[in-house]
């Protein structure tokens, strides 16, 4: 009998583990991977080191920057970006990084004017004033803005590094995301994708991972887990039963339809989990010949396989680029013919020498890449999946407050549920 078993290695569970295992709880952890980090994963790709999951932290995530400083990590540098190319009205257009900020500036501002007012107190979602907002998803305040064909091409190219569907996605996290950066999106960008974790995601999860003195148990999927009121069940695909008194469930919520929790949750919640989040972006790396100039490219959903590209950094004489693309299915990451093509319309002559990604979509232990909920689940789901369930913490970024959708959010509920589980045993002798 383990005083708890937690259920997933990303940073939700990593850090549920040390934390409860540091204060002298026996913890054991499963892990369907052969690694921890989950959809954070430092891989090899042209010779060296690339984030093909979650990479960026930034010191103002309270959760993430704590865990940097108890480490003594810091973060690196974004690449300065000079030139912007933007996909708008069915043409290229470029610019300087300012002249861009210039046209787009008050085209995002427009989207987003309401979000502190939506969200006061962004860590506080039963103050939100949402009913307004619950069922608009991000296409709908893009037609509510009646913009010129140029003006709706050049938002939603703005967008689209964090878009998939535009009839799929709520509005609700677009704007708390905003409200929890003063409302200000170039802010949110900067926080939530420009500054890498020096060392990448492996050091501090090796850091974590180093601390901790929980059992880790890796290539061991979970089948189920019960709880019977007087303790925890887990059952591995393996058939193995591990008892504990209390279960971290830190899986991705596109995952959990695929594990048996006893007694099972109801309604938004088990709503939430059958619908899935949407989100099958794809991040790809792109390796490029020579040390090109530094830029940033944007196109539309939809309108360009690649929706968002810049350069990140220098390697053996040529350049690496981070890629996104809002639709995994749209563009075959392998294909490196189909990859310059699509980059030659931002920057004609690029020659691509290789690519690398990972496919989360497919991948059964994530079934997509950041969550991104659908309308009316950020609000009446995601609050109600934190709160205890029995003796069951359900933690993840997935499901985080604040930090929601990102690295930053999966600590904040690890360590949140690692704490409410010890206050627990503390109580109980
Ligand atoms: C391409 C991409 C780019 C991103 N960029 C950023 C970024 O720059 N900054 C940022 O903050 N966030 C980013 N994110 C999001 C961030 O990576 C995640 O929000 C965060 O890592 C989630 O952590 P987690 O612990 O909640 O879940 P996960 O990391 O998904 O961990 C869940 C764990 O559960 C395991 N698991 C699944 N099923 C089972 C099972 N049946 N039994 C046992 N174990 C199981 C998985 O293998 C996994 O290890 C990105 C994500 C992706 C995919």
């Known amino acids: 009998m383990y005083d708890v078993a937690v259920v997933g290695a990303g940073f939700a569970g990593v850090v549920a583990a040390r934390d409860l295992s540091v204060e002298g709880y026996s913890v054991v952890v499963c892990e369907a991977r052969d690694r921890v980090g989950g959809r954070t994963y430092s891989g090899e790709a042209f010779g060296r080191s690339v984030e093909f999951g979650g990479a960026y932290a930034h010191w103002t995530q309270p959760y993430v920057w704590r865990e940097l400083k108890r480490y003594g990590i810091g973060l690196s540098a974004p690449m300065e970006i000079e030139k912007v190319h933007w996909l708008a009205d069915g043409v290229v257009h470029s610019g300087t990084a300012a002249e861009y900020a210039g046209i787009g500036g008050p085209l995002i501002a427009r989207y987003m004017a309401d979000a502190r007012a939506r969200f006061p107190r962004p860590f506080d979602l039963a103050a939100a004033d949402t009913g307004a907002i619950e069922e608009e998803t991000l296409g709908d305040r893009l037609d509510s803005l009646n913009l010129s064909a140029y003006d709706r091409d050049v938002l939603d190219g703005m967008l689209a590094p964090l878009v998939c569907s535009y009839s799929r996605q709520g509005v609700a996290q677009f704007l708390l995301w905003a409200a929890t950066t003063f409302g200000d999106w170039g802010a949110f960008l900067e926080t939530a994708g420009a500054w890498p974790i020096e060392g990448g995601t492996a050091r501090l999860l090796d850091a974590i991972t180093g601390e901790s003195k929980a059992e880790l148990r890796l290539s061991t999927p979970v089948a189920a887990i019960e709880d019977d009121g007087a303790g925890i069940t887990v059952t591995t695909r393996e058939n193995d039963r591990i008892r504990a008194r209390h279960a971290v469930v830190a899986l991705p919520l596109n995952t959990l339809n695929a594990v048996t929790v006893t007694p099972p949750v109801t309604g938004p919640v088990r709503t939430m989990i059958e619908q899935k989040h949407p989100m099958t972006t794809s991040k790809l790396w792109v390796r490029v010949k020579g040390e090109i100039d530094p830029f940033a490219a944007c196109a539309p959903v939809g309108k360009h396989p690649v929706n968002a590209a810049r350069t990140e950094s220098r390697h053996d004489g040529d350049t690496l ?82 930090g929601i959708g990102g690295i930053d959010g999966a600590i904040e509920t690890g360590t949140e549920a690692a704490r409410d589980i010890a206050r627990a045993l503390s109580d109980c002798g």
């Open 321 to 402: 680029l981070a890629c996104f693309c809002s639709d995994a299915s749209v563009i075959n990451g392998d294909d490196r013919t189909a990859v310059q093509h699509a980059l030659r319309a931002f920057v004609p002559g690029v020659e691509v020498v290789d690519t690398a990604w990972h496919d989360w979509v497919a991948d059964p232990f994530s079934r997509g890449t950041w969550a991104h909920h659908r309308p009316g689940n950020l609000t009446r789901a995601v609050p109600r999946m934190r709160e205890a369930h029995g003796r069951i913490r359900f933690a993840g970024g997935d499901i985080a407050a604040i």
